[in-house]
């Protein structure tokens, strides 16, 4: 019996960060992916994680994990196939250390990803959006936080991860305002400023402070503002807008829906023009053949009055 310890630290330790190049958010999620499955595999065969061995992750056992993935923690289909990516990826490198495991490797390899839905993204209206500017208390720190926070994201088109940790030297107001994004895949990307933007980010940093972290966005506590902290900013706001603009009541407000579509309203004004679509889709950090399966192009009328500020 081989056992897996030495195995799985020299792939997230070693292989993946030195050899591979992979991100931190891929790392971290191939690790909890082999911690859930380890956590499996220790209650079905009844012995400690340190205590399996590479013969026991065998095919049977890596598909009811995956089942149990889906019935028992209620994962979607897009979940459960990102955690056979990571075992897959694992397996892999297995071949070139542990030759003997050819054939396990092998069928393993063969369990195939499940398909998955594509589902419509919702938008916001002008008025949506506007509500949602508003809310802010601009009197207070945190207001004027929140609104410059809400204002880049969507006027910029940021992934959260984007947004929460873009650092302080990532804005610039000469000689125009701009951003400077790493984005996912290590795609940069340089993106002009609206002029309210660019005042509601002016007035975020004239009252930051000097917090010793150096992301744009920090908490009341001085600290790097987390992904589920914006959400929650994003719903309280939203909860608020909609006692305004009661049409929000029937969306579910994400920041994903503030990325794929608003963006795309703002910075696209001809959207019968391909050529504009993909320019906005690049800007972005997208492929905008991938992107335009998952998006619902809305009327040229909902543009007029952009950007809101």
């Known amino acids: ?40 595999a220790s209650e079905r065969l009844r ?4 205590a399996l061995s590479l013969e026991q992750l065998d095919a049977p056992l890596v598909m009811d994990f995956l089942q149990h993935l889906e019935t ?12 056979l990516v990571a075992i897959k990826s ?6 070139y250390r542990e030759p003997s495991l050819l054939e396990q490797s092998r069928r393993i390899q063969a369990i195939p990803a499940k398909r998955t839905d594509i589902r419509l993204i919702s938008y916001l209206t002008l008025e ?41 030297h990532a804005i610039a107001f000469e000689p125009s305002p701009n951003v400077h994004i790493h984005g996912k895949g290590r795609r940069e990307r340089l993106l002009p400023l609206w002029k309210q933007t660019a005042t509601d980010l002016r007035a975020w940093l004239a009252v930051r402070g000097q917090p010793p ?22 719903r309280k706001h939203g909860r608020a807008a909609a006692e305004r603009c009661p049409s929000l ?34 800007l972005q950090g997208l492929d905008c053949l991938t992107v335009t399966r998952h998006s619902f192009l809305v009327p040229t009328d909902r543009c007029s009055g952009w950007p809101p500020g």
């Not at 694992?90 to 071949?95: G, N, P």
């Not at 972290?213 to 994003?234: C, D, K």
């Not at 829906?257 to 309203?265: G, K, T």
């Open 1 to 40: 019996m081989t056992p897996i310890a030495p195995h799985i630290t020299a792939f997230l330790r070693e292989q993946l960060p030195l050899q591979r190049g992979v991100s931190e958010h891929t790392r971290e999620s191939y690790a909890y992916a082999f911690q859930l499955l380890f956590r499996f």
């Open 47 to 50: 012995v400690t994680p340190s």
């Open 72 to 83: 028992e923690r209620h994962n979607s289909p897009r979940t459960r196939n990102a955690r």
């Open 90 to 95: 694992f397996m892999r490198f297995l071949e």
């Open 128 to 168: 949506e959006m506007q509500a949602v500017l508003n809310t802010p208390n601009l009197q207070r720190r945190d207001g004027i936080r929140d609104r410059a926070m809400l204002h880049l994201c969507f006027s910029a088109g940021l992934r959260v991860s984007e947004l929460v940790n873009l650092p302080l």
């Open 213 to 234: 972290s150096p992301e744009l966005f920090v908490n009341a506590r001085h600290q790097t503002m987390t992904r589920w902290g914006f959400e929650y900013i994003l």
């Open 249 to 282: 009541q029937a969306k579910r407000l994400t920041p994903h829906v503030l990325r794929h579509y608003l963006p795309f309203l703002t910075m696209s004004g001809n959207l019968s023009a391909s050529t504009d679509v993909a320019g906005f889709y690049r």
